[in-house]
């Protein structure tokens, strides 16, 4: 099973994914709901930081380089430091920082946290890309402090059109932040995957839902 497969299985045992009708910010009706805020024990977060960390050592196998994890407070800080720890596990030790939603102004001061990312080469961790304000305000925080962002590492890419349920935009949030940034964007899993899930699964409480999801991305994915 993939590492997208895996997470998907798991996202479902913990109710991060559910199946039915749910109303997004957009005003769509979507037949699945992610939220990654349910990863709330100790067990569920170790299993989200190795889905991250073997999507990054994939990558890294195929040539990508990296030298540092971001996390974009407050949701990034957790993801990124349990990535560094699974990554050590997994025999890759890398440092970790983040930032702190004001600036400090006593101790060592300033918004940023952890390891000096001057020199680095930078991937910036979350949960998803929605409207990309995390990514644009991490790159700058990342380029002031002499790094390079490298990459942006997300659970799971929606691969969804910008705009509204009768406003469709052209491009999706991932593509938008690939095309502003000329950064490329990982995701443990794509809509993508969890169509092929659900095509794969005998589970006939989830291939229920397949048709909904299917015209869902027909009408609005990319």
């Given at each position: 099973?993939?590492?997208?497969?895996?997470?998907?299985?798991?996202?479902?045992?913990?109710?991060?994914?559910k199946?039915?009708?749910?109303?997004?910010?957009?005003?769509?009706?979507?037949?699945?709901?992610?939220?990654?805020?349910?990863?709330?024990?100790?067990?569920?977060?170790?299993?989200?930081?190795?889905?991250?960390?073997?999507?990054?050592?994939?990558?890294?196998?195929?040539g990508?380089?990296?030298?540092?994890?971001?996390?974009?407070?407050?949701?990034?800080?957790?993801?990124?430091?349990?990535?560094?720890?699974?990554?050590?596990?997994?025999?890759?030790n890398?440092?970790?920082?983040?930032?702190?939603?004001?600036?400090?102004?006593?101790?060592?001061?300033?918004?940023?946290?952890?390891?000096?990312?001057?020199?680095?080469?930078?991937?910036?961790?979350?949960?998803?890309?929605?409207?990309?304000?995390?990514?644009?305000?991490?790159?700058?925080m990342?380029?002031?402090?002499?790094?390079?962002?490298?990459?942006?590492?997300?659970?799971?890419?929606?691969?969804?059109?910008?705009?509204?349920a009768?406003?469709?935009?052209?491009?999706?949030?991932?593509?938008?932040?690939?095309?502003?940034?000329?950064?490329?964007?990982?995701?443990?899993?794509?809509?993508?995957?969890?169509m092929?899930?659900?095509?794969?699964?005998?589970?006939?409480?989830?291939?229920?839902?397949?048709?909904?999801v299917a015209?869902?991305?027909?009408?609005?994915?990319?």
């Amino acid at each position: 099973m993939t590492v997208a497969a895996q997470f998907i299985q798991f996202a479902l045992t913990q109710n991060v994914l559910k199946f039915g009708a749910f109303k997004t910010k957009a005003g769509r009706i979507s037949p699945y709901f992610f939220n990654a805020g349910l990863f709330n024990d100790g067990a569920s977060l170790l299993a989200l930081a190795n889905a991250y960390a073997d999507v990054l050592l994939e990558k890294r196998a195929e040539g990508f380089e990296f030298d540092l994890l971001f996390g974009p407070a407050y949701k990034g800080i957790t993801l990124a430091s349990a990535t560094a720890m699974a990554l050590a596990q997994k025999g890759l030790n890398t440092p970790y920082a983040y930032n702190r939603k004001e600036a400090k102004d006593h101790g060592e001061g300033g918004v940023l946290v952890g390891a000096d990312m001057a020199g680095k080469r930078v991937v910036i961790i979350d949960d998803v890309i929605s409207a990309g304000t995390s990514v644009r305000e991490s790159v700058r925080m990342i380029q002031a402090a002499g790094a390079t962002p490298s990459a942006v590492l997300i659970a799971l890419d929606r691969m969804e059109k910008s705009g509204t349920a009768e406003d469709v935009g052209q491009y999706s949030a991932v593509q938008s932040v690939q095309q502003e940034f000329d950064l490329p964007v990982f995701a443990i899993a794509t809509l993508a995957d969890l169509m092929a899930f659900l095509h794969e699964s005998d589970n006939q409480q989830l291939v229920q839902h397949k048709a909904n999801v299917a015209q869902y991305r027909e009408k609005y994915g990319i």
